[in-house]
């Protein structure tokens, strides 16, 4: 849910990199942070495990445009990717307006994809939130490895209903800010649609 924060004419949404652990979400983030213009961004935050896993979130407040005379702020999240933290997941999650699922593309990882994105569903539908409805962006990472799965087989298994999906290497920043940009453009034409 967007926060509107009149006195400084600012509109803060909120969006998050949600998928199984070792996605990439985290590597996305870094991409992303050290890519943009220093102007445009605040404080990348990381808490991570000795293992560089991350434990709670990643936060990136990003400038993405005006509407309505309001400035647009971007605060990018990760969820931490293994099962034993769910509660956190589930809170990050909490008031998100717009979501990237990175999937992991390795065949091994098809399995672990699957239950993440089921565990996004399930905790969206906790918070009254209608999974089919928030605003939703696929990456399949990692398209570099050898033992990368065929789109038409990810499509099948993670995205049936064909919603925008970049394919991506994100330790190379390849389709990085395409999934970025796609997703911030999704979110603010929904708040144009409530302004």
């Known amino acids: ?41 605040g404080k990348l935050i990381s808490l991570a495990t000795e293992t560089e896993r991350t434990l709670f979130f990643d936060f990136l407040p990003l400038e993405l445009g005006t509407i309505r005379g309001f400035k647009t702020r971007f605060h990018l999240y990760t969820v931490p990717g293994q099962i034993f933290y769910e509660a956190s997941r589930k809170l990050i999650l909490k008031g998100a307006d717009g979501v990237v699922f990175v999937a992991d593309s390795q065949l091994e990882r098809m399995e672990a994809n699957i239950q993440s994105l089921a565990d996004m569903r399930q905790h969206l539908g906790d918070q009254g939130i209608d999974p089919d409805k928030i605003s939703l962006v696929i990456q399949y990472n990692k398209r570099d490895l050898p033992n990368a799965i065929p789109i038409d087989e990810l499509q099948k298994a993670l995205n049936p209903r064909n919603l925008p999906w970049f394919e991506a290497v994100a330790s190379q920043g390849t389709g990085v800010f395409e999934t970025l940009k796609a997703i911030a453009k999704i979110v603010m034409q929904e708040l144009q649609k409530k302004t």
């Open 1 to 41: 849910m967007s926060f509107i924060n009149y006195a400084a004419r600012e509109i803060n949404c909120k969006l998050v990199y949600y998928g199984p652990g070792l996605c990439g979400k985290t590597t996305n983030l870094q991409h992303i942070y050290k890519k943009v213009d220093p102007g445009a961004k």
